[in-house]
């Protein structure tokens, strides 16, 4: 069985082989997608000198005196404003407001708290350096720089700075189609009657949540279910083939008599990569690619399971197919203190759902949830951390220091 590293290592070179495609983007339908093309500036940044304060704009050398100044108010230059075509002469000033462009002849911008403003004279006790307040043309960015380069997620500052840069569209890659395939003769969908020994269809439900947390488009998502019998398994595999860059498939991938979907998909040729890694839960992760460059993640059909190996091995997958080119996961790992035992046998690395917590001088402490069976999804949904219990312990005392994974739906 692969170490659970040995598995992300695998899922990563493979998702580094496959294509990206480009698209252009509307600027409101890029939050979350990655960059495709850098974006460089089409002009300095701030785009002309402007004040970051509401003041007045002075000469330095009418302030610097000991004496309080009285100083002549000339006119004002509010947000927007064209900056005038006067100029300052010693003892005069000028009303400047937040973003207004400053003009070349004022030297300083003195904030409005330290003033008095009477009709047209302005009071004022301060010292002034050249240049205070004014924020400079091209200080952030100078035009032809590089605003944000190709590979990055577009976050709301990143966006922003896009939208600050004028970009009313974005060159960014495409985000692949994913297929989602439940398996399982007992699975009816939320809404209708069950019988006896049927159940809901969660994971289904909760992967394309769990998409949809990662900015996935509906239009890029497609469910499917298939019965646990091979011909309905190799016809539902093979029309979600058709039409996805990624199949995630669920349940029927363990040793059952009726898990059918890994013969099925080695049937049409495609290339395991691995099958089973040595964690707990998950321990049945299969993940194939095709020949036409399609990965394929068979995750298992219990609900913890499922959502969990979706995290740790599908979403890194993703984050590389869609070019977010940020060092993929392992996943970013804290150390706690553990507020209750653990048992486990050794030989699989278990990932512990758990709370993460700290006190108010910022230790934090990770306490096991309640429902850690694979089968429990309340353990899961009120965690937001997993605790690495290591593959070759039996036994973390309470009190000890672990390592934890804060665990986010999101990127
Ligand atoms: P399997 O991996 O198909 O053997 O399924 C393992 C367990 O997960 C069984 O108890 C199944 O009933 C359950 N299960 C499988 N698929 C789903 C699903 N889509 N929604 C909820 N439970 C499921
Ligand atoms: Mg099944």
Avoid at 41 to 48: E, G, H, I, K
Avoid at 50 to 73: C, I, K, M, P, W
Avoid at 163 to 169: E, I, N, R, W
Wanted: glycine share 8%; net charge negative.
């Amino acid at each position: 069985m692969l170490t659970y590293e040995e598995a992300l290592q695998a899922i990563h070179s493979e998702s580094a082989r496959i294509e990206r495609q480009e698209e252009l983007v509307d600027l409101e339908e890029s939050a979350f997608r990655v960059l495709a093309k850098p974006l460089t500036a089409p002009f300095d940044l701030p785009r002309f000198n402007n004040s970051a304060v509401d003041g007045f704009g002075v000469l330095v050398e009418d302030l610097n005196g000991d004496a309080e100044a009285v100083l002549t108010l000339k006119s004002t230059i509010a947000a927007g404003d064209g900056n005038g075509h006067q100029t300052l002469k010693s003892g005069e000033c000028i009303k400047i407001l937040t973003g207004a462009p400053v003009p070349d002849w004022v030297e300083a911008v003195v904030m409005r708290e330290f003033c008095q403003e009477a009709a047209d004279t302005v009071k004022v006790k301060a010292r002034v350096r050249i240049g205070e307040n004014i924020r400079m043309t091209g200080e952030e960015l100078e035009e032809g720089a590089t605003v944000l380069e190709a590979g990055t997620l577009l976050s709301p500052p990143a966006l922003g700075l896009a939208a600050t840069a004028g970009a009313a569209h974005v060159t960014c890659y495409s985000q692949p189609r994913i297929c989602i395939v439940s398996s399982g003769d007992e699975l009816k969908e939320p809404g209708q009657p069950l019988s006896a020994s049927q159940i809901y269809n969660s994971n289904s439900y909760a992967v394309e949540a769990a998409l949809k947390g990662l900015y996935w488009r509906s239009e890029n998502i497609k469910r499917l279910h298939t019965a646990d019998e091979p011909q309905a398994v190799r016809e539902t595999l093979k029309a979600a083939l058709e039409d996805c860059r990624v199949l995630i498939t669920l349940g029927g991938v363990s040793v059952g008599d009726r898990d059918f979907i890994k013969p099925v998909l080695e049937e049409t040729g495609v290339r395991t990569v691995f099958w089973k890694i040595a964690i707990k839960p998950g321990k049945p992760v299969y993940f194939a690619v095709t020949a036409a460059g399609q990965l394929i993640f068979g995750l298992p059909g219990n609900p913890v399971s499922a959502l969990i190996t979706f995290h740790l091995f599908v979403k890194p997958a993703l984050k590389i197919l869609m070019g977010d080119k940020t060092p993929p996961p392992p996943l970013t790992t804290l150390k706690a203190r553990l507020t209750a035992s653990l048992k486990k046998k050794a030989g699989r690395l278990d990932f512990v759902r758990a709370r993460l917590q700290a006190d108010e001088a910022g230790n934090l402490s990770v306490t096991p949830t309640t429902g850690q069976d694979s089968h429990m999804l309340s353990g899961l949904a009120s965690a937001n951390a997993l605790i690495n219990f290591e593959s070759h312990l039996e036994y973390l005392p309470e009190g000890a220091t672990v390592t934890v994974m804060p665990l986010s739906w999101s990127w």
